[in-house]
């Protein structure tokens, strides 16, 4: 069966590091963009970054450019998320995604997510 699962959360304080990762099994990892998104009570959910494991490129959103950095270890099946200098407003469930990248166009988001992992917890306290 297809499973990915998040894991690596915690808490930290302002300006520290934690590293997520994704372990994925059950469906043909070069096929699918893996994302990591994000979501808090009373905060819109938030696409963090993505990586296409067909052609290997990333993209982040713009407020955690410069400092995430999305990686895979293909033989593993695994995405990381390295998050430094994080920040309180970074505190949030963080789930990780696949999306099917063998179509006409490829597309991003929450609605595209064909198999979802559960979520990990960030806080980051000031």
């Known amino acids: 069966e297809v499973q990915l699962q998040a894991s690596g959360g915690g808490t930290v304080q302002a300006g520290g590091s934690l590293r997520l990762s994704c372990a994925t099994s059950?469906?043909?990892?070069?096929?699918?963009?893996i994302g990591w998104f994000r979501h808090a009570p009373g905060k819109e959910r938030e696409e963090v970054s993505y990586?296409?494991?067909?052609?290997?490129?990333?993209s982040y959103a713009d407020s955690v450019k410069g400092r995430f950095t999305i990686s895979t270890d293909n033989a593993k099946k695994m995405v990381y998320l390295q998050m430094d200098s994080l920040k309180p407003e970074d505190t949030a469930v963080y789930y990780c995604?696949?999306?099917?990248?063998?179509?006409?166009?490829?597309?991003?988001?929450?609605?595209?997510?064909?198999?979802w992992g559960q979520g990990t917890q960030v806080t980051v306290s000031s």
């Open positions: 995604g696949a999306i099917y990248v063998k179509l006409e166009y490829v597309r991003q988001g929450w609605e595209y997510v064909d198999f």
């Open positions: 059950g469906f043909i990892f070069e096929d699918y963009a």
């Open positions: 990586i296409n494991n067909s052609d290997g490129s990333t």
